[in-house]
């Protein structure tokens, strides 16, 4: 398992965002959380990831408990996250987006920081692009400037969190294309509310309600589960 | 010419020009330009925090004076000659941006700015409790016979001079070699969008200290610079004014350009002069241009020139 966590739990003056949560993560995998709004998605992921304090619970990476670590020294550890509203270096140029994610963990070593920022921007088409500044792309591109940012750290696990939201229908397809290439590379841990997406790249689903895990399944399985429909994709969703 | 090379040519043509300046500018400007010099450098340090990293601190007159009070007592009280007692000064100042920078980045935004603030107003006082030695508001001069550097006269209007432009330039060229390089660009990162340069993995807390303290080192030498070069350490240095005029110096300059915060100094000084000679009410003149450097250049000078001209100003 790269992730696994026990018995995870947030709750915010009394109420309860996560319960208990027992989430296991294997090797390569790329799995969806869905769940309604407010199933508590976005707390759990920000409290694997660390921006978010749990308030009881445990939290294993790669075999080390990382429960007690900072959110930048999980990062370190071999974490990638995007961010649920697009969070990219406005007034910096694309490329220094990126090359600001490789830096990180390729040092001072130039010509290392450069080559991983060319491939990045390569592999996401947008090189023509370089020398704009971030906060002059549109939407869709930024939304994909992170995903970069997040690709140039190589990382072990690369955290989503709603990734399409706000694209249009063909950028939602490229996107699709890119988590199926990264697929071979990386652990993925996806977010998302287009039922579209989960079941075009999701290998394993999880479904949250609230805050608690409801069901876990293939996508075939997760379609047929009976709970899962009265509670999220009988609702209008699917 | 790639922009590193456009950035260079700039920097060293500044420093060429500063350096002829002396011979052809009558002595009241070079007079001037010497005090603009030193004070630029205030201005500098200030920038790597407020302009680089984009935190906005209302007490760097604490670590100019920490810089002042470092070489200001050692030479006065302890009778060190300007090296070892130029070298206290940066070890004085480095200790209170340490502890300072400790204390102060568990707060962000207006708190960060009161308690900078307040941590100021407490080192002003400080100054003053403990008056049998630095003599308080009145302040001490420093002796011309202790104000010699390798049998140069520091008095001297030449060598003044001079020794003004090497610490700027020292200044100004370690400035942009730290911009340039990772640990700048982190900072600008930090600058921008602090929860993402997290997120990448960078400690930000860390780095925000590191900033703190370089950005106290380098206003501690000009304030060292400062009493070396006038003979002179006094607490009015120490006071809320001395804090928000490096402010204002790099606003009116261009937060976040190298050459910004000599342009500020430069600017505001002659400002105030000229100003002065024409009215005794000339701190109105100074505010209303002030506020309309602000409404048509709200990036400062340096600033709305990158903006708008060159995207290649460092």
Known sequence: MILSTRGLTKTYAGVAANTDVDFDLPQGQTRAIIGPNGAGKSTFVGMVCGRIPATRGTVTFDGADITTMAAHERIRAGMAYTFQITSVFPGLPVRENVALAARRWLGSNKRAVTSKTDEVLTRLAITDRADQLAGDLSYGHQRILEIGMGLAQDPRLFILDEPTQGLAEAEVEDFNQLIKSMDAETTILLIEHNMNVVMAVAEYITVLDQGMVLANGTPAEIRSNAAVQEAYLGTGHA | ?314
Not at chain 2, 215 to 226: F, K, L, P, R
Not at chain 2, 251 to 262: H, I, R, S
Request: glycine letters at 12%.
């Open chain 2, 1 to 314: 010419m790639t922009d590193t090379a456009k950035s260079n040519a700039l920097h060293f043509g500044l420093l060429a020009a500063l350096a002829i300046g002396f011979f052809i500018l009558p002595t009241y400007h070079s007079g001037n330009l010497a005090r603009i010099m030193i004070l630029a450098i205030y201005a500098m340090g200030y920038n790597v925090l407020f302009g680089y990293t984009g935190l906005l601190s209302l007490g760097h007159a604490l670590f100019f004076s920490a810089g002042m009070y470092g070489l200001g007592l050692t030479m006065h009280l302890g009778g060190w000659s300007p090296a070892p007692a130029f070298l206290a000064a940066l070890l004085a100042s480095a200790i209170v941006a340490t502890v300072i920078g400790f204390l102060v980045l568990r707060t962000t935004g207006v708190a960060f700015m009161i308690v900078t603030l307040m941590f100021a107003q407490a080192g002003y006082l400080t100054i003053l409790y403990f008056g049998t030695y630095t003599r308080g508001d009145e302040g001490f001069a420093l002796k011309q016979a202790t104000r010699q550097l390798i049998g140069l006269d520091l008095t001297d209007p030449i060598v003044r001079y001079y020794t003004a432009l090497i610490l700027f330039a020292t200044a100004l060229l370690l400035l942009a070699y730290i911009i340039r390089s990772p640990f700048g660009r982190t900072l600008i990162a930090i600058r921008e969008n602090e929860e993402r340069a997290r997120m990448l993995g960078y400690n930000v807390t860390a780095i925000k200290l590191k900033a703190v303290i370089l950005s106290g080192i380098i206003s501690g030498a000009s304030g060292a610079a400062y009493a070396l070069l006038f003979g002179y350490a006094g607490a009015t240095f120490a006071t809320v004014q001395y804090s928000i005029l490096p402010l204002l110096w790099v606003l009116v300059g261009g937060a976040g350009t190298t050459t910004g915060a000599f342009i500020g100094v430069l600017f505001m000084t002659y400002l105030i002069d000229y100003a002065s000679g024409q009215t005794n009410a000339y701190l109105i003149v100074v505010g209303v241009v002030l506020v309309a450097v602000t409404l048509f250049l709200p990036h400062g000078i340096m600033g709305t020139l990158r903006n708008k001209y060159a995207g290649w100003l460092p």
